[in-house]
């Protein structure tokens, strides 16, 4: 399938802190007149980035011509934004009922209570929600940023940082103030740094708690060319009932084309204005890793002295299955014990040179590499019904269900396997970062720490809300009746609990983790339209026309 990159925001088709972009800024604005806020959005337009493809040295017949940025921009708008530069009321009001909300009011559905209430948000993030004059979010900018050898961003990151700046001093305009306890005009975020096999910096992929993230993402048709699909589709894709995977449908995630279902998701007019536009979820999730930490801590020793095993296998066994997987990135259904653990990575002893490796990679290494990755990813949960290998509950099994769902599951004919149809209308497009220093041994939850959650997606209510809702925070499509996600989920009270299955034929009794606390809080948010190159220049240009 071809897409048309160029009317594609980059940010979409890539996620990228993958990509080389470990630093990114988060900038907010508020549109006081619609003809400033016009002409703010064309000048914006030249910088947006779009999907076309980056000339690659590791693969010079990519056939792509556009050289990879120092910095990459794109642009969001909310839905009063959107009507703050007069677009056609007929335009307005067919977007979907929850965008319109926005995300203050669905805080029920979110779970955004207790410690993540509004209240604790932000000021940037509370301040529109306490109806504060002048405070409306209208326009999400993101910038994200290559590194230097040393790990700092790039100069061309405070060039764009000082010329946003001086967008929001426009007459008409405002950037907002208001991030993390520094009141700062943007929110900071960035990958974990760690030093390379010649002493510069290179990307890691764990978060505060100490896991390694974002390895998940979907694969969707016409996202990547079709020798790198077949690479990356493993684990990523959907499941076919002949058990083999494929890229999901690309309606699911860019509006304006085929989704799984086979329809065209409903858009408003002019038919063309969400044409290969998507809607982004945006979440600050503060991470309480002190307490946490605490919390495992206290659990391996009362694990340890129960299993006769040794406390710091306890404690990392218990993260392991509260997570779906070990702390780098292996999954339990690869590897279900800690003894599996150890042998996995023995199996696979060169990977951490490789991927520490300045510069090009032999062929070999790069082959070695991509094997590795590739049992990071490509697995099913037909062979475990029952949670012994991975918990039914375990972080990453809620998040994506894969096979669970499939009616047939328990059936002995492969034939009548009907893959993971239902999961397949749930999946999300992940492009956050962390942000906060990365420090674990500094346990004060008062550190400002945590992940820029960011969500991509078709339709805000199918697949962003119901996953938070129905299986995050709820726990009885996984029979597990109202616990919830044992990492992410709401936990009243600390009388949370997080049950991990053993095998009932065997003598092992489950071990069940009670009175778990809140690790993650909700610290700002909102719903954003991420418009494609041709209705950014609509706006721009104020000619949208619903008739």
């Known amino acids: ?7 594609i925001q980059g940010n979409i088709l890539r996620a990228y802190g993958r990509y080389g972009y470990p630093h990114a800024r988060y900038f907010l604005f508020h549109i006081r007149e619609a003809k400033s806020g016009r002409a703010f959005i064309q000048a914006l337009m030249p910088k947006v980035t779009t999907s076309e493809r980056w000339v690659d040295p590791n693969d010079p017949e990519n056939g792509a011509l556009i050289e990879r940025p120092k910095t990459t921009l794109n642009v969001a708008l909310t839905w009063i934004g959107m009507r703050a530069l007069d677009l056609p009321t007929v335009t307005l009001s067919q977007f979907p009922r929850e965008f319109i909300d926005g995300m203050a009011p669905r805080s029920h559905i979110l779970s955004d209570v207790g410690p993540s209430a509004h209240k604790y948000w932000d000021p940037v993030w509370r301040e529109p929600v306490s109806n504060k ?13 290559q590194m230097q050898d040393n790990g700092d961003p790039v100069p061309e990151m405070e060039d764009v940082t000082d010329w946003l700046r001086s967008l929001g001093r426009w007459k008409g305009m405002k950037l907002l103030t208001g991030h993390g306890s520094e009141n700062a005009d943007y929110q900071q975020a960035g990958a974990r740094l760690v030093d390379g096999d010649d002493g510069t910096k290179r990307i890691d992929a764990q978060e ?24 990356r589709v493993k684990g990523r894709g959907k499941i076919l009932p002949n058990q083999q995977w494929a890229p999901l449908a690309t309606g699911e995630f860019l509006i304006g084309h085929v989704d799984e279902s086979q329809e065209l998701p409903f858009a408003t007019q002019p038919p063309r204005f969400m044409h290969n536009g998507t809607f982004l979820a945006f979440r600050k999730l503060h991470e309480n890793v002190g307490r946490f930490h605490e919390y495992i801590d206290q659990q391996a020793a009362a694990y340890a002295a129960y299993n006769h095993v040794p406390e710091k296998e306890a404690n990392i066994t218990l993260r ?61 949960y037909r062979d475990d019904p029952k949670g012994i290998r991975c918990p039914i509950s375990a972080h990453i099994r809620r998040g994506n269900m894969r096979d669970m769902l499939d009616p047939r599951h328990s059936s002995d004919d492969p034939r009548t396997w009907d893959g993971s149809a239902l999961t397949n209308r749930r999946r999300i497009l992940r492009r956050g970062l962390p942000y906060g220093a990365f420090a674990p041994e500094n346990r004060d939850d008062t550190a400002e720490r945590g992940v820029i959650f960011i969500a991509m997606c078709a339709n805000i209510f199918r697949q962003f809300e119901f996953v938070l809702q129905q299986w995050i925070n709820y726990g009885l499509d996984f029979k597990v009746g109202n616990d919830t996600c044992p990492l992410l989920g709401y936990h ?18 489950p071990w069940v983790m009670n009175a778990i606390p809140q ?21 721009a240009l104020g000619v949208v026309d619903p008739t």
């Not at 993650?520 to 339209?529: A, D, K, L, M, S």
């Open 208 to 231: 505060h708690f100490g896991f390694e993230d974002g390895i998940g993402n979907p694969v969707f048709e016409g996202q990547y060319p079709a020798e790198i699909e077949r690479k």
């Open 320 to 380: 392991a299955k509260m997570v779906g997987r070990w702390p780098n990135g292996v999954p339990l259904m690869a590897a279900p014990t800690f003894a599996d653990m150890m042998q996995f990575e023995a199996e696979w002893f060169d990977i951490p040179a490789i991927r520490a490796k300045s510069g090009h990679r032999t062929l070999a290494e790069q082959a070695r590499l991509d094997a590795y990755n590739q049992t990071l990813i490509d697995f099913k």
């Open 133 to 145: 004059r002048g405070t409306d979010i209208h326009v999400l900018v993101t910038v994200n940023a």
């Open 1 to 7: 399938m071809q897409l048309d990159l160029r009317d």
């Open 519 to 539: 690790f993650v809080e909700t610290r700002g948010g909102e719903y954003f339209f991420v418009p494609s190159i041709n209705t950014l220049n609509m706006i």
């Open 492 to 509: 009243p009270k600390n009388d949370a609990k997080f049950m991990i299955q053993t095998d009932p034929e065997g003598d092992d009794c």
